[in-house]
């Protein structure tokens, strides 16, 4: 088996993986327009997105097989099976928080009962509260503010 | 345990370095070479059978990469068939007897595992909150909550 057979199935194993991942990237996509609630969403997009990026990731090694895409690459997988929980974890919990409705056929929410009878403790945030009718009725800029300038933009 | 498995792969890295090729094959013999030293090196120390622990941390990947794929073809199937026919519920499980550490590392998991996805955490740390997609049975959805931590705990954590 010389270069050039090792480059073939190379090739071939990277269409393979980019067509798995293109998949499932897609699948996220549509399953983002179609589900109900902020929660559904997030379980679409994280669950494909995550699988779909380790398809591309697969396909980029077998493509070149170069040990320095090898390592960037294996780098890449272990960031993104770290963030993308942790990111769609802290969406959930501020969706929770502002006060997103759940879908109507939720059958129960354990996490809203707990906090009603005060086994949460945690205080409601304000900023949230604040940055939900911020964003219904947005301020005018103010030019000395660098920092309401940003949430203008 | 889990030291052993970052000192192995921080002698495969060396030994990347130090080879001549630059190649993933020159990678996996670095890995090879590093797991025998490790290996010794464990029994030294008296830390017995961290081949078999590796094993079962690899095992649990395979597991855990098998139950991802199951959940993007849930959400394939559930994107493509016209009518939903989810059960959404969120449900609290305890986490209280666990270390930070792995509390983190489950809700990972619990997020990129079927029909699961971590909402918050209770104050004192001693629950998750799950949004479970398909929990008309409650205490279904909790066992399968419950088969997760045990193989995390079971593969990685012990």
């Known amino acids: 088996m010389n270069a050039t057979h090792i480059h073939l199935v190379g090739d071939l194993l990277a269409a393979i993986c980019l067509s798995f991942g293109l998949f499932f990237m897609v699948v996220g996509v549509i399953g983002l327009n179609r589900f109900p609630d902020a929660y559904g969403r997030l379980h679409a997009t994280t669950k494909c997105v995550t699988l779909g990026l380790l398809g591309f990731l697969l396909a980029a090694i077998f493509h070149r097989l170069h040990l320095a895409i090898f390592t960037k690459a294996v780098m890449t997988i272990i960031f993104v099976f770290i963030a993308n929980p942790v990111g769609s974890h802290m969406i959930a919990k501020a969706a929770h928080k502002a006060g997103y409705k759940l879908w109507d056929k939720t059958l129960s929410d354990e996490l809203a009962e707990d906090r009603e009878s005060g086994r949460l403790t945690q205080p409601p945030e304000p900023h949230l509260v604040d940055e939900a009718t911020r964003a219904a009725n947005p301020p005018a800029a103010d030019v000395d503010d660098p920092i309401s300038m940003k949430r203008a933009m | ?158």
């Not at chain 2, 030294?44 to 079962?56: D, E, P, Q, S, V």
């Not at chain 2, 990947?61 to 059960?87: C, D, H, R």
């Not at chain 2, 399968?144 to 931590?149: I, N, S, T, Y």
Request: hydrophobic share 50%.
């Open chain 2, 1 to 158: 345990m889990i030291r052993l498995v970052l000192l192995n792969i921080a002698l495969a890295v060396g030994w990347v370095f130090l080879a001549a090729t630059f190649t993933p094959v020159s990678f996996l013999a670095g890995l090879a070479f590093a797991f025998a030293v490790t290996s010794i090196y464990a029994t030294a120390t008296g830390h017995r059978g961290y081949g078999y622990h590796l094993f079962k941390i690899v095992r649990f990947g395979v597991y855990f990469l098998s139950i991802l794929i199951k959940a993007n073809w849930q959400i394939a199937y559930e994107a493509a068939t016209p009518k939903l026919n989810m059960t959404p519920r969120i449900i609290r499980y305890p986490v209280g007897h666990m270390s930070d550490i792995e509390k983190t590392t489950l809700a990972n998991s619990i997020t990129l595992t079927p029909g699961t996805l971590v909402v918050d955490v209770s104050d004192d740390g001693e629950y998750i909150y799950v949004h479970c997609m398909y929990a008309k049975d409650r205490e279904a959805a909790v066992r399968d909550l419950h088969e997760l931590a045990t193989n995390l705990h079971e593969g990685v954590f012990s």
